[in-house]
């Protein structure tokens, strides 16, 4: 069957409630991780910040012949955060429907809180886990020209581009869905807090994205966290566990442009900077 759901309906990311964490996690009656079925091919995967306070996302998409799942989230213990049952389960539902596939578990970038899980997915039948330094995702995506290369992975039927973005992280990636258009961002592009390693590298991977948005259909874009407030301009404290008006996950090209015209204008010198849905924050 085809893995192109261009007339399905998919969930309104703009309004849709995601799990915040509690006042006091020992009443938190939230599931470990939620799940949200954005459309038959697609899910998104949120950990309970009572689990760990990063609260990252995590993305499940399906192809013909493959599942790609991209990070494994803030926590190791399944017991605590039981992300390869989860997995696992959503894949058998969808298997006996579509056929079996084989999972590939990569990663935006090397920042623990985006593999902890990782060990769940290792040994496990029909998975492969994608090292995490850059020849690793090179020699798995086989991307030559590191970063200026964006290379197509197809997941049978379904099509998804590899965009080298290093300035967070040596290792960062954005991944392109050419079915539902989404384009996913990591940590180099979310509501909160920018941390940039290379300044200058960031910079760079900023303009090669909204090049990029401006010769590709984007439906929306989406990060692994949310840190900033419904406020503008105010974020959540580092470590919070509880964050009850959240900015919205998604966000636009015309913001992803805000971001790169300010750090034009900042030049080559790291610098703080907030906006009403991000914060441009170096690491000293």
Known sequence: MSCQPSFEDTVDLKVQNWIHGSENCEDNMDPPIQVVKYNSHTYILRQNKCTNYEAP?????????????????????????????????????????????????????KHEDHYAGNAQFKGKPNTSVIGLEVNDVQDFFKIANWPEEVVDYDLGNR?????????????????????????????????????????????????????????????????????????????????????????????????LKELSNALTKLGDTPTKQIHDSFIIYPVD
């Open 57 to 109: 996302f995590m993305f499940l998409f399906f192809g013909e012949n493959k599942a790609l799942l991209m990070d494994t989230g803030a926590t190791q213990e399944d017991d605590i955060f039981p992300l390869y049952k989860t997995v696992n389960t959503i894949i058998n539902d969808w298997s006996k429907k579509n056929g079996e596939v084989e999972l590939i578990v990569a990663h935006t970038h």
């Open 159 to 255: 099509m998804m581009k590899i965009i080298p973005i290093p300035g967070h992280h040596a290792s960062s990636i954005a991944v392109y869905d050419t079915s539902t258009k989404i384009l996913l961002t990591g940590d180099t592009f979310y509501p909160g807090r920018l941390y940039i390693n290379d300044w200058i590298a960031f910079k760079m991977s900023i303009e090669r994205l909204v090049k990029f948005t401006d010769i590709n259909e984007i439906s929306t874009i989406l990060g692994n966290h949310i840190e900033m407030t419904q406020t503008a301009g105010v974020d959540y404290p580092m470590g919070s566990i509880y964050q009850p008006k959240e900015h919205q996950l998604p966000l636009s090209v015309l913001t």
